[in-house]
């Protein structure tokens, strides 16, 4: 995840807290900054109904929508990418399999098993900010220093949600295995949702030692593939990575030498968004009821529900978020090529939804790289979701110009 953007608000909520170090003036451009912000995602998402998506409502203690006409669905039953937002379906997977017996969550991994997983240069530094989390240093290959240590398997679940480590979701992912997976997103009603696999696979199947060079033909086939959920290619690269020695040191040498950079920099800013259609989509609809299950404590069992939201509420680069927006706040978000997406469920401290429990999804899917890495840098999904949340600013230009789309 990135924290970028949270890092301002936390500055804007010291200046407000402490009431030092800036003027007036300098609070007001600040505020107008990230005004701008929101408008400019709201913008994007009015103009691209096909590759964006918004549903916000406010909903009661069985997880059901209120109808208090504060509601918005916007594209809400398109299936979009995901990106990291669909760990969420992990940690529910996780949860069940953990209320069921069937998992141990202080089960030690050894991180020499965890790190079987762990391609570096592929999440942002997630993993190294979980490590340090738990006092593990990382080399500079991201791999940890000490690879006799264990963490939890509870831990490990944590880093997956608070960092968005990817090493730890495809670890889970094998250990539930697909059978699991799925029946856990039928029970949670993710009908629409397509099959979660490994990440490791499109990672590698992008970031590939052996086809160095981008290959429009390659990812037509295997994109077609994977529609169809054939999933047998990314498949073969991870037991590849997993299982043959050469073939692994080969790739790992390939990522941090450099090479991996300057291949991905020769790679056009559509080729990367052309690939990302490998990972699983969903609709914003679906995983708007899944967070308000899992909000009223509905999603499955009370059990489940009440181990997820830990979890979620407690992501540590959200409480500038908790300080100043919300007295309950649990969220997780997805970033890729092109991609911003958040889940979420909140109770605002303000506006005229203030003290009511809403839910918020927001998907963005082929953002041009200038508003994409604008939009990152200011974590602008996560601006968007206050105004969604409280029912005001930014909620109102999209309920005011629905009607007119087509």
């Given at each position: 995840?990135?924290?970028?953007?949270?890092?301002?608000?936390?500055?804007?909520?010291?200046?407000?807290?402490?009431?030092?170090?800036?003027?007036?003036?300098?609070?007001?451009?600040?505020?107008?900054?990230?005004?701008?912000?929101?408008?400019?995602?709201?913008?994007?998402?009015?103009?691209?109904?096909?590759?964006?998506?918004?549903?916000?409502?406010?909903?009661?203690?069985?997880?059901?929508?209120?109808?208090?006409?504060?509601?918005?669905?916007?594209?809400?039953?398109?299936?979009?990418?995901?990106?990291?937002?669909?760990?969420?379906?992990?940690?529910?997977?996780?949860?069940?399999?953990?209320?069921?017996?069937?998992?141990?969550?202080?089960?030690k991994v050894e991180i020499a098993d965890l790190e079987r997983y762990y391609l570096p240069m592929t999440d942002g530094g997630a993993h190294v900010e979980g490590l340090a989390s738990l006092g593990l240093a990382a080399g500079e290959d991201?791999?940890?220093?000490?690879?006799?240590?264990?963490?939890?398997?509870?831990?490990?679940?944590?880093?997956?949600?608070?960092?968005?480590?990817?090493?730890?979701?495809?670890?889970?992912?094998?250990?539930?295995?697909?059978?699991?997976?799925?029946?856990?997103?039928?029970?949670?009603?993710?009908?629409?949702?397509?099959?979660?696999?490994?990440?490791?696979g499109v990672a590698l199947a992008l970031c590939n030692h052996e086809i160095p060079s981008f290959r429009a033909d390659h990812f037509q086939t295997l994109i077609r593939d994977v529609s169809k959920g054939d999933?047998?290619?990314?498949?073969?690269?991870?037991?590849?990575?997993?299982?043959?020695?050469?073939?692994?040191?080969a790739q790992i040498e390939f990522m941090v030498s450099g090479l991996y950079a300057r291949t991905l920099a020769q790679t056009t800013w559509s080729d990367q968004l052309y690939v990302i259609q490998l990972l699983p989509k969903a609709t914003a609809r679906e995983y708007a009821r899944l967070m308000a299950k899992i909000a009223s404590g509905k999603l499955i069992s009370s059990e489940v529900s009440t181990r997820m939201q830990q979890k979620l509420e407690s992501v540590p680069s959200d409480w500038p978020l908790r300080l100043l927006f919300y007295d309950r706040f649990g969220a997780k978000d997805g970033v890729t090529a092109g991609v911003l997406t958040l889940a979420s469920y909140a109770v605002p401290k303000s506006g005229p939804q203030a003290g009511h429990a809403r839910v918020v999804v927001v998907l963005t899917n082929q953002l041009d790289y200038d508003l994409w890495s604008t939009q990152l840098k200011s974590e602008g999904h996560y601006l968007i979701h206050t105004d969604l949340a409280r029912a005001s600013g930014v909620f109102r230009k999209l309920a005011a110009r629905l009607p007119e789309l087509p």
């Open positions: 995840m990135k924290t970028r953007g949270k890092k301002a608000l936390l500055s804007l909520s010291l200046i407000i807290v402490l009431g030092v170090g800036a003027t007036a003036l300098g609070i007001v451009y600040f505020i107008r900054q990230l005004n701008d912000r929101k408008n400019q995602l709201a913008e994007f998402i009015l103009a691209n109904p096909v590759s964006a998506a918004v549903v916000a409502y406010t909903f009661d203690e069985n997880g059901e929508l209120v109808d208090d006409g504060y509601d918005l669905f916007y594209n809400a039953d398109s299936p979009l990418v995901m990106a990291s937002t669909m760990k969420i379906v992990v940690l529910a997977a996780y949860t069940d399999a953990v209320s069921r017996g069937e998992l141990d969550p202080n089960e991201g791999f940890a220093r000490d690879q006799t240590a264990e963490v939890s398997l509870d831990d490990l679940t944590r880093i997956m949600i608070h960092y968005s480590g990817n090493a730890e979701a495809d670890y889970l992912i094998a250990r539930l295995g697909a059978d699991k997976i799925e029946s856990v997103m039928l029970a949670a009603g993710l009908k629409s949702h397509t099959p979660i696999h490994s990440t490791l999933t047998r290619y990314l498949e073969h690269l991870v037991e590849l990575y997993l299982h043959d020695q050469n073939w692994r040191a």
